[in-house]
């Protein structure tokens, strides 16, 4: 069975500062993705970036950007420049390409300090 | 616009009766899920689907129900068997093999209070 683990339930960062939040999953599937997920306080799921592991390139979007490492199950979101608006909680996902199970991560709540 | 959306916002039921929350989509999406999240907690699966009238147990099923009869649409009942329903659903939909766009896209929520 397919588990996704987060062991940071809140993290703090100053604005303009760089955070990372962890993320490891296990599996023995070969065809997957990844996703991280930002959920505001209105709670709108939000994707933030994808990962395909197919891919050794790490994902990167604007301000955020991975870092997979598939051997050891690893899926760390890095964002630069914090800035207030990303204060919310971070969700680090895997979806099954065979199955399609979706499963979640337990969050980690990030507050941006000013 | 394509989207997914989940009616009602809010609602609210008392005790020992079933309750159907609604979710729609018209992304054209294989596979369905629902998630109850509790506060400060993650997204628990409770049930999914990949095709039409076919549909697997996520990890807390029990007391829950669905159906897929159609593409675009996945209830999920509640039912007097599960023993905390108060909490806030979300369906989502996505097509995990579309090597292009596998993310999920989440409805509004429900925010469930049985009373």
Known sequence: AQTVTQSQPEMSVQEAETVTLSCTYDTSENNYYLFWYKQPPSRQMILVIRQEAYKQQNATENRFSVNFQKAAKSFSLKISDSQLGDTAMYFCAFVSSNTGKLIFGQGTTLQVKP | ?115
């Open chain 2, 1 to 115: 616009d394509g989207g997914i959306t989940q009616s009602p916002k809010y609602l609210f039921r008392k005790e020992g009766q079933n309750v159907t929350l609604s979710c729609e989509q018209n992304l054209n999406h294989d596979a369905m899920y629902w998630y109850r999240q509790d506060p400060g907690q993650g997204l628990r699966l409770i049930y999914y689907s990949q095709i039409v009238n076919d549909f697997q147990k996520g990890d807390i099923a029990e007391g829950y129900s669905v159906s897929r009869e159609k593409k675009e649409s996945f209830p999920l009942t509640v039912t007097s068997a599960q023993k905390n329903p108060t909490a806030f659903y979300l369906c989502a939909s996505s097509s995990p093999r579309d090597r292009d766009n596998p993310e999920a896209f989440f409805g509004q929520g429900t925010r469930l209070t049985v009373v």
